[in-house]
């Protein structure tokens, strides 16, 4: 048999019941706001996917020795994540909050992928519950509902493993325990953790619950969808924006990393060569924007110029997209440094998206070694992350998905292009969603959106944002012969 049908079954059905059942909340903020429509809408939807998923899970007999292999998990998340996206674009087009079912499902795949790229033009008109969805959406996509998914696999008789690898993002995904499912529910716990104390804290700035609440999903989650046309820059505040900012920098992190924080081994976090570099990355680039934004009198002094750098800077490398400044009328350098935030991304096994950090850190050095190879024939020595040699099948791995990122872009961008629009706009659309990033340049920067563009580069754009959540490879094996022969 090609696949596990039966333990995929029951895990597909088991994420549309969490997804019916994360409706819920979202209907009640709509009851409590009394937007009976919405709730209606939400209700319409979450209870046939919880009735069909429990039910399909319970009937199911469970199988101790259900083994998935890697196949079946790869085939599971790229399936799974297509299928929440149009689960969960059906309380937008019942409500008719976003009636077109294209836009709709544009717009959650933006969610739930953690993009923040929008269609919508007039966000404040929406009903509170939509909005709450729309930003919920973030969160659960953030650390993968699939992630939720194995931590209660124990229950459904089947081993995640599998799943968490075609899942995680990155080169590597440490655990940090000793089972898959136990990481999985400590990475959770992180995760919660962090969204709790930063709702607390946006209240103590002044932001209610609802507003605290949507926009501490997109930053932990680093979504960026806001509740407001222009974003964090709504509330003017700078403690508002500091917090936001310091979360978003903190959500771009490997979660792993905060297990040495919480058990009393802070040091250890530092000894990690991609953090490391993830915070030097970000302070050269905010320190340079922030030079060249004053030098060029764009901001008035340096202070005003490193708030909006610091924002802008953490928002963009994390792939967040929330916005306090129209980057797109910076400096000309600025925006190409920008533009090289997007690509890079977050750490790997972090929220974030983008290429991540330790690949530039190893492509680095895989250029410079070739660059010694070419001087010294003879030079054989290892390519070393933290004092560790990195194995070879890994160095290919990277180097492989570098050269798959690229084409992406290359073919991705000719196909947006037939839409007729500058090459600018193209590309940044097609980087923006591939990368999660949200924003791009020109007609859909930060003060504007997707909404020019026809429902096929619509489509073909939320599926860029779905691969590039999954890293591209899991997408990709779908589409190759090799996925499918029986005999591999």
């Not at 599971?76 to 996206?85: D, Q, R």
């Not at 924002?311 to 967040?320: A, E, G, L």
Request: glycine share 8%; aromatic share 12%; charged share 15%.
């Amino acid at each position: 048999m090609l696949l596990n049908r039966k333990p995929i079954a029951k895990i597909l059905c088991a994420v549309m019941a969490l997804v019916g059942a994360s409706m819920l909340l979202p209907a009640a903020v709509a009851a409590i706001y009394k937007e009976t429509e919405a709730v209606l809408s939400f209700l319409v939807c979450a209870l046939p996917m919880m009735i069909v998923g429990i039910l399909a899970v319970k009937l199911t007999p469970k199988e101790d020795n259900a083994v998935l292999r890697m196949r079946d998990g790869f085939f599971i998340v790229a399936f799974a994540w297509i299928v929440m996206s149009v689960l969960g674009a059906m309380p937008f087009v019942i409500s008719g909050a976003i009636p077109n079912f294209f836009d709709a499902f544009f717009e959650t795949a933006s969610g739930f992928t953690t993009t923040g790229s929008t269609i919508l033009t007039d966000i404040e008109s929406l009903p509170k519950g939509i909005l709450f969805w729309r930003s919920f959406t973030h969160w659960l996509g953030g650390m993968g509902i699939l992630v939720l998914t194995i931590a209660l696999l124990p229950m459904l008789g089947i081993g995640g493993q599998k799943i968490m690898r075609a899942e995680t993002t990155g080169p590597t995904m440490d655990k940090i325990s000793f089972t898959t499912n136990d990481s999985a529910r400590k990475l959770y716990t992180i995760y919660i953790g962090m969204t709790v104390l930063e709702i607390v804290l946006l209240m103590f700035g002044g932001l209610d619950l609802f507003e605290a609440s949507t926009h501490t999903f997109g930053t932990v989650g680093t979504g960026g969808l806001s509740t407001h046309s222009t974003s964090i820059a709504y509330y003017g505040s700078v403690y508002v924006e500091m917090v936001i900012g310091v979360f978003m920098l903190a959500a771009g992190v490997n979660f792993s990393l905060y297990h040495f924080l919480f058990t009393g081994k802070p040091k250890q976090m530092f000894k990690d060569v991609e953090f490391r570099t993830y915070l030097a990355i970000v302070g050269c680039s905010t320190l340079f924007i922030a030079v060249v934004t004053c030098v060029t009198k764009y901001y008035s002094s340096i202070w005003e110029a490193l708030r909006y750098a610091f924002f802008q800077v953490s928002s963009i490398i994390t792939t967040t997209g929330y916005g306090t400044a129209d980057f797109d009328m910076w400096p000309v350098v600025c925006r190409i440094v920008i533009f090289i935030l997007m690509i890079i991304g977050g750490c790997a096994g972090s929220t974030g998206g983008g290429v991540k950090v330790i690949r530039v850190v190893i492509t680095a050095k895989l250029l410079k070694r070739a660059a010694d190879r070419r001087m010294h024939s003879n030079v054989l020595d290892p390519i070393k992350v933290g004092g560790k040699p990195v194995r070879e099948d890994t160095l290919a791995q990277v180097a492989q998905f570098m050269m798959l990122f690229v084409i992406t872009i290359i073919l991705s961008t000719l196909l947006v292009s037939l839409d007729g629009y500058s090459m600018v706009t193209s590309l940044s659309s097609v980087v923006a969603c591939l990368c999660n990033i949200g924003p791009g340049f020109d007609m859909v920067g930060p003060t504007l959106n997707f909404a020019l563009f026809s429902a096929p580069v619509k489509v073909l754009l939320a599926l860029l944002m779905i691969a590039g959540r999954l890293e591209l490879y899991t997408i990709v094996l779908m589409f190759t012969p090799v996925f499918w022969d029986e005999n591999r």
